[in-house]
T-cell receptor, first 114, second 114 residues
Framework: DTTVKQNPRYKLARVGKPVNLICSQTMNHDTMYWYQKKPNQAPKLLLFYYDKILNREADTFEKFQSSRPNNSFCSLYIGSAGLEYSAMYLC?????????????FGSGTRLTVL | AQKVTQTQTSISVVEKTTVTMDCVYE???????LFWYKQTASGEIVFLIR??????ENATVGHYSLNFQKPKSSIGLIITATQIEDSAVYFC???????????FGQGTKLSIKP
């Protein structure tokens, strides 16, 4: 089973309110990623966990938080949503940091902030 | 800095023909991995094919093949005998050896017409 599951599929949030997105994988992958995808743009890496170590991109460091309570689960947390956070959020997992192995992506959560 | 560029915003071809999508990348590394992904209408991102930088042979999987030109930092995707269901957005991506980050290009929208 090469499935990465994301919940919910669609999420509506109000400006200024927190948002929590969930991702799970059962492949025992050591690395889990969160990407943000906006229309007509490349998927942008927000952060990733290698085992229990969190790596956040410098330009989104203060905007997103994450937790990984166990190997299978990873969450993406937005403390105070702004209109600019409206996007598709893609979770992915892989084996090994920087290996030749591909990333497996979930179906995404489409976040709309109003 | 690492960068991946796909200059073709959209391509339209007739079914059963061959199409080539371009991708160029920037890196100072000698070892890296190059990937092509497909984003379906539902938003799911699916891995298609990979090229390891140290391999001279072009990768081939099914009706997907790559045109790897390392001196030109170019990795083109070739789809032969295209089918209607090949219609999607195609992303080129690069990953440095021993680095977790997968960097994407902006994507090329492929439309296959009957």
């Amino acid at each position: 089973d090469t499935t990465v599951k994301q919940n919910p599929r669609y999420k509506l949030a109000r400006v200024g309110k927190p948002v929590n997105l969930i991702c799970s994988q059962t492949m025992n992958h050591d690395t889990m990623y969160w990407y943000q995808k906006k229309p007509n743009q490349a998927p942008k890496l927000l952060l990733f966990y290698y085992d229990k170590i969190l790596n956040r991109e410098a330009d989104t460091f203060e905007k997103f938080q994450s937790s990984r309570p166990n190997n299978s689960f990873c969450s993406l947390y937005i403390g105070s949503a702004g209109l600019e956070y409206s996007a598709m959020y893609l979770c992915a997992s892989s084996v090994g940091l920087g290996s030749a192995e591909t990333l497996y992506f979930g179906s995404g959560t489409r976040l709309t902030v109003l | 800095a690492q960068k991946v560029t796909q200059t073709q915003t959209s391509i339209s071809v007739v079914e059963k023909t061959t199409v080539t999508m371009d991708c160029v990348y920037e890196t100072r590394d000698s070892s890296y991995f190059l990937f092509w992904y497909k984003q379906t209408a539902s938003g799911e991102i699916v891995f298609l094919i990979r090229q390891d930088s140290y391999k001279k042979e072009n990768a081939t999987v099914g009706h997907y093949s790559l045109n790897f030109q390392k001196p030109k930092s170019s990795i083109g995707l070739i789809i032969t005998a295209t089918q209607i269901e090949d219609s999607a957005v195609y992303f080129c991506a690069m990953r440095r050896y021993n680095q977790g980050k997968l960097i994407f290009g902006q994507g090329t929208k492929l439309s296959i017409k009957p």
